[in-house]
């Protein structure tokens, strides 16, 4: 319905759909939202009536206001091809929000209002919240924190811990450190007690931040709690240390995890084998090698990779090798880039000979030299301008 400032029938009483008179609560945190108190807007003298619900904010010493007005043939061409990909699906209670999102215009009112509107006149319930946050998020919508973090302060939102703990997981895969840190801080002043989970997002969010010192805070925090730490919070914090260039410290609550059972996700295993790789430790590599067998995981061509790699950034050409028939003999088809990292390892110790002798069993074998090998002994060969001479001893190794 929407409330008119004049209509011909002198009588009309008010509309049925009542103007929003509750309080918003102050809030100084997120988005940074001003807080709100909608007025009880004046009598309106007469109405007129819709399909649609709409409402009007009449009031004239508000100096922002929100006219719930149906959307009409005036939108973008790009508002109305987001209005056209709203789900078939969608209840008309959700969808007329939507559509009041996707056209919002900040300088005809506020969007708290709009969302008070949306409440006073439709009752949503849980669910229709839901389904309004999932289509922001799924859309990427830049209103999609200012309306969640809205919805917290609502009744009929219904919020638990979990919703602060998603706006708070939402932001730190952005990197916004303080908006973050600004919605658990409002969490705990509602009265919501930090758990194990939302905890470790922390943990995540300053992980990524480069702020090892607050995460190792944030992970002890997480151990007062006084609970069995799940293999989530381990290797959030593993992964801290990963990204502080510390594989060791890493390493060491993986054994911690070892002790009571607890096994890391594969991706742990496979990040804390690649920075041992990457800087050529090759004792952390195979430790962290043997344990994922350990842990049940299958190693695979990549994985096996990552240790030959470590051999090679050592310099260890014959235990690259020697890696590399283990993982053929263990049944596992080579990749190119794990020959490639053999050669590479000859290379740095300038063995050719070697080198050569391996194409050739590689070849006896039927495996074919791929791009990137070739790619790399190409350019080992023009660096030593022994083109012609090693075509001669390929030729020699062929004939025996």
């Not at 559509?99 to 969302?115: A, H, M, R, V, Y």
């Not at 090798?321 to 794990?338: H, I, T």
Request: hydrophobic share 40%.
């Amino acid at each position: 319905m929407m409330v008119t400032s004049a209509c011909s029938i002198p009588h009309c009483s008010y509309s049925p759909f009542p103007i929003i008179n509750k309080q918003i609560y102050p809030q100084s945190w997120g988005n940074g939202n001003p807080s709100l108190s909608l007025k009880q807007a004046t009598k309106p003298s007469s109405c007129t009536f819709s399909n649609e619900p709409q409402i009007a904010f009449i009031d004239a010493e508000e100096k922002r206001r929100f006219k719930w007005v149906e959307i009409g043939p005036g939108i973008t061409e790009e508002q109305r091809q987001a209005i056209d990909k709203l789900p078939l699906k969608m209840t008309k209670r959700c969808k007329a929000l939507m559509k009041q999102i996707i056209c919002f215009n900040p300088e005809k009112g506020s969007l708290e209002d709009l969302l008070g509107a949306w409440v006073n006149v439709m009752k949503p319930r849980r669910a229709d919240w839901l389904v309004v946050l999932k289509e922001l998020k799924i859309t990427e919508h830049p209103l999609y924190f200012q309306v969640a973090e809205i919805a917290l302060l609502e009744e009929t939102f219904e919020a638990n811990i979990r919703d602060y703990t998603k706006i708070i997981h939402g932001y730190g895969k952005q990197n916004r450190l303080r908006e973050a840190e600004n919605i658990l801080d409002a969490m705990k002043r509602r009265g919501f007690i930090c758990d194990q989970v939302t905890l470790t997002t922390m943990v995540h969010m300053y992980s990524k931040a480069g702020n090892l010192k607050l995460a190792e805070d944030t992970f002890e925090e997480i151990k007062l709690l006084g609970q069995q730490l799940d293999k989530r919070s381990y290797g959030t914090m593993i992964m801290a240390y990963i990204r502080a260039g510390m594989p060791e410290q890493g390493e060491g609550l993986l054994k911690e995890m070892d002790n009571l059972e607890i096994y890391a996700g594969s991706e742990v295993y496979k990040a804390l084998l690649r920075a041992y790789s990457t800087n050529g430790y090759t004792d952390g590599a195979q430790r962290v090698f043997g344990a994922i067998q350990l842990a049940g995981i299958s190693p695979d061509a990549k994985l096996c990779g990552l240790l030959i790699n470590a051999y090679q950034v050592a310099g260890q050409s014959e235990e690259a090798r020697v890696a590399f028939e283990n993982m053929r003999r263990a049944g596992l088809e080579p990749s190119d880039k794990c020959v490639a990292l053999v050669l590479a390892a000859y290379e740095k110790q300038n063995k050719l000979n070697k080198a050569l002798e391996f194409l050739m069993d590689l070849e006896r074998d039927g495996i074919v030299v791929g791009k990137e090998a070739s790619s790399l002994l190409a350019q080992w060969f023009k660096k030593l301008g022994v083109v012609e001479q090693v075509e001669q001893v390929l030729r020699e190794f062929a004939a025996k």
